[in-house]
């Protein structure tokens, strides 16, 4: 008898959404209109809204520590692949989540990484999505610096974590996003207001738009920069009019 080694394959029928609301085709908002100064000047001196939605889909591989993970993100509907290569590949396609070559090889929760580490590196163009909500902090002094502040929230439908909360920190001179507050509601909601920090680096263009390539997390404590908790590199970016990851639906 014949035994053949199968592709274990584990199916989640729950609807899965990234952080933020998928844009519906077709679906834009006037940035003219609707967006703080500070949060249209950042989107502008980075591309443009317009560049991003052009794009379908974006290429990019995060370096921490030892590893190297890669990322394959649908723009249009954020479907995602993400790659450890000889380890594991997780697809979330659609209602279902694909992991290969086994559950086991993905040791962690795959609802919560969906579009998770996407979200945070394409900051701030995603928090133009539907369902965002912005709010103008003003500016505040940090470290010697100017910062033009912009807090996002979420509508109560958006995303398996509407709850959470971001402050957006851009320099005041150059409009460039340079530091996240973030909190994390998916396990629980009274975090609202508990923030992280992330440091964003080496902002540089790829294809029309700029990304960072070096983001740094850090406790946030008393409204300052705590202990350091990782760093991440990000290399091999780049985008492609192109659906690489069409789901037979679309």
Known sequence: MIHFRFVWLIIFTGILFSKCQVPKNNETRDS????????????????????????????????????TIKYTVDLKNRDERIEKPGHYTVDFIGDSVQIFPNRDSFAKNPQFYHNLKFYFFALPYVTADPGTIHEDLGSKMFDGKLYDR???????????????????????????????????????????????????????????????????????????????????????ISLS????LNRSSD
Do not use: C, M
Request: no cysteine; net charge negative; proline share 2%.
């Open 150 to 236: 912009i807090k996002v929230t979420f509508e109560d439908s958006v995303g398996l974590a509407p709850k959470d909360q971001y402050i957006l920190w851009f320099d005041h001179q150059d409009h460039l996003l340079r530091l996240l507050n973030y909190s994390v509601t998916y396990f629980d909601e009274n975090n609202a207001e508990k923030y992280n920090a992330i440091i964003y680096d080496g902002w540089k263009g790829f294809d029309g738009l700029k990304f960072p390539t070096q983001l740094t997390g850090y406790i946030w404590e008393a409204d300052t920069l705590g202990a350091q908790r990782y760093q991440s590199l990000f290399t091999d």
């Open 32 to 67: 003219q209109e609707v967006f703080p100064a500070a949060f249209r000047q950042s989107l502008e001196n980075i591309g443009g809204l317009n560049n991003w939605r052009n794009y379908g889909t974006l290429f990019f591989s995060e370096v921490r520590a030892q590893d």
């Open 241 to 244: 009019t192109d659906r690489k």
